[in-house]
């Protein structure tokens, strides 16, 4: 157990919906990031977020957002969603975005299906 | 930008035996941090080892060592006395150091290789 913890587990939804991800980082990490892993695109990185605010964004869509909130949970908004976007969606944790403490934490990822 | 590239889309060993994973990157930093994670069936993301680059000696982690060439810009896996529980997609990849700018912190991940371990 990473101590990161993303739900739903799962999701199925039709396309042109919108859902949201959560993600609850490891206890006293402050960087969230989130991945997406695909069969055609691999592992992305899509946006990082440190202390509540964006620290880096990655390939992204426009129909896709991410917030950090005080208590410093994430969550990664998919909207307008397509059969494309289907993939499993990973947050990672770390205590600071550089330095020695550079190991990342994985959650158990999100399994997003658009039918 | 900074690319990771894996060539081995696929790698079987038998039980006990010794395996070697490649990786090669490219970057115009000096600075950088290095890493292999393991992805088993279960899809979680595991840390299965790391290396910092201003470090000439590769690390180990028990039957897991790297060979790292900086100059070559390749950074090897090998497995040791392979076990089943190893059978898993491996990851490399890549993170800015410290003078990396806003991209710091981000990992850059090679295709995967599906390593099987065979009894």
């Known amino acids: 157990d990473s101590g990161v913890t993303q739900t739903p587990k799962h999701l199925i939804t039709a396309t042109g919906q919108r859902v949201t991800l959560r993600c609850s980082p490891r206890?006293?990490?402050?960087?969230v990031y989130w991945y997406q892993q695909s069969l055609d695109q691999g592992l992305q990185f899509l946006i990082q977020?440190?202390?509540?605010?964006?620290?880096a964004k990655g390939n992204i869509l426009e129909r896709f957002s991410a917030q950090q909130f005080p208590d410093l949970h994430s969550e990664l908004n998919l909207s307008s969603l397509e059969l494309g976007d289907s993939a499993l969606y990973f947050c990672?944790?770390?205590?600071?975005?550089?330095?020695?403490?550079?190991?990342?934490?994985f959650g158990q990822g999100t399994r997003l299906t658009v039918v | 930008a900074q690319t990771v590239t894996q060539s081995q889309p696929e790698m079987s060993v038998q039980e006990a035996e010794t395996v070697t994973l490649s990786c090669t990157y490219d970057?115009?930093?000096?600075?950088?941090?290095l890493f292999w994670y393991k992805q088993p069936p279960s899809r979680q993301m595991i840390l299965v080892i790391r290396?910092?680059?201003?470090?000439?000696q590769n690390a180990t982690e028990n039957r897991f060592s790297v060979n790292f060439q900086k100059a070559a810009k390749s950074f090897s896996l090998k497995i040791s006395d392979s076990q089943l529980g190893d059978t898993a997609m491996y990851f490399c990849?890549?993170?800015?150091?410290?003078?990396?700018?806003?991209?710091?912190?981000?990992?850059?991940f090679g295709q995967g290789t599906i390593l099987t371990v065979h009894p």
């Open positions: 290396q910092e680059a201003y470090k000439q």
């Open positions: 990672a944790s770390s205590v600071d975005s550089q330095g020695p403490n550079t190991e990342a934490f």
């Open positions: 970057t115009s930093e000096n600075n950088y941090y």
């Open positions: 206890s006293g990490d402050l960087s």
């Open positions: 977020y440190y202390n509540g605010e964006e620290r």
């Open positions: 990849a890549f993170m800015k150091g410290r003078a990396g700018g806003t991209s710091y912190g981000k990992l850059t």
